[in-house]
């Protein structure tokens, strides 16, 4: 699956492609959501357009991805690889074989518990855990918790537990996917009801929607690790940490093309300058390809600090 973003989502405009003799071959990971898949194509074009990179995109996973750099050194580049789920990288890491270039995420990965804007400019009081369990009726006196299967389901249901969710008069609602989870959220914020749950970003819902993570107390690793678990004895209270999503790269890859690597290296974005991405995104009902275009035209300022004065030659060239 070899293809440039040039030759799929600018095919139309005519543009003018680079020479790929510069850096070589590059293969870069494509996973298999959203962000990661636009993440992907917007490094490809940078290579490809600013360094003549030959590039390969290879489609994969968490899981996929992993394996296949401890079994194979491949592929060159992994963006948005949530270290958190594949603890395996720690290890290739220790052994050399992995070098972080950056965190993709600049604020890492969130995970919170939400109450929609309006609703928080109205009652002050909701902006902090307490306040919601001593005022349940505010956000309808409902938590919407996640799917069963999804780790953030056996946090949570240990964290309910803590907060004593029962005796404050707080309803649980599990929902049954991930699509009925947002849908409630954006009905209630379209609406402008209440609304309480959990959400985790960059997501579209996200980007789309004003909401505000309450404040569930400081963080502890040790007691969070204990949450994370469904035996856990003795549930307490915890803040979720913000999760580390990196940009990895083969150490051969980092020694034999330093210029590419500096590219990947700074290569970041906000939770929120994601989030909108995503939101243009599904609104638009566009490729991934396309959403990588809108990003690459509507925030040159952002992309031309990532490169190199060589690379904003060649696509100075395109971008006119």
């Not at 902090?128 to 799917?147: K, Q, S």
């Not at 989870?181 to 959990?198: I, R």
Request: a negative charge; glycine letters at 8%; aromatic letters at 10%.
């Amino acid at each position: 699956m070899k293809k440039t973003l040039l030759a799929t989502a600018f095919v139309g405009l005519g543009l003018p492609t680079a020479a790929m003799a510069d850096c070589g071959e590059v293969s870069i990971a494509e996973m298999n959501w959203a962000s990661g898949q636009i993440i992907t194509r917007i490094t490809e074009f940078l290579m490809v357009q600013g360094y003549g990179c030959d590039v390969t995109v290879v489609p994969s996973a968490t899981t996929t991805a992993i394996t296949s750099l401890a079994e194979n050194n491949e592929p060159d580049v992994v963006p948005e690889l949530w270290v958190n789920s594949a603890p395996a990288y720690f290890d290739l890491e220790a052994e050399g074989k992995l070098v972080k270039a950056s965190d993709v995420f600049a604020e890492g990965g969130s995970e919170n518990w939400w109450v929609p804007d309006y609703l928080l400019a109205a009652h002050p009081e909701l902006a902090t855990i307490e306040g919601v369990l001593a005022n349940p009726d505010l956000v309808g006196g409902r938590f919407h918790n996640c799917p069963d299967g999804w780790g953030c389901r056996i946090a949570n249901d240990n964290l309910v537990k803590a907060f004593d969710f029962d005796g404050k008069g707080m309803e649980v609602f599990n929902h049954g996917s991930g699509e009925t989870l947002a849908a409630t959220m954006a009905a209630a914020y379209e609406n402008q009801e209440p609304w309480f749950g959990y959400y985790w970003g960059p997501t579209a819902v996200l980007g789309r929607y004003n909401m505000v993570a309450v404040d569930m107390g400081p963080y502890d690793a040790e007691i969070h690790a204990c949450n994370q678990t469904q035996d856990c004895a003795a549930p307490q209270i915890s803040a979720y940490p913000a999760a580390p999503v990196l940009t990895v790269v083969t150490s051969d890859f980092a020694e034999r093309n330093p210029e590419a690597f500096e590219l990947v290296s700074n290569i970041s974005f906000g939770t929120q300058e994601l989030s909108s991405l995503l939101a243009w995104q599904l609104d638009n009902k566009a490729s991934a390809e396309e959403a990588a275009v809108h990003f690459l035209t509507t925030n040159q300022d952002t992309w031309k600090s990532w490169i190199n004065e060589g690379a904003a030659t060649k696509l100075g060239a395109i971008f006119k």
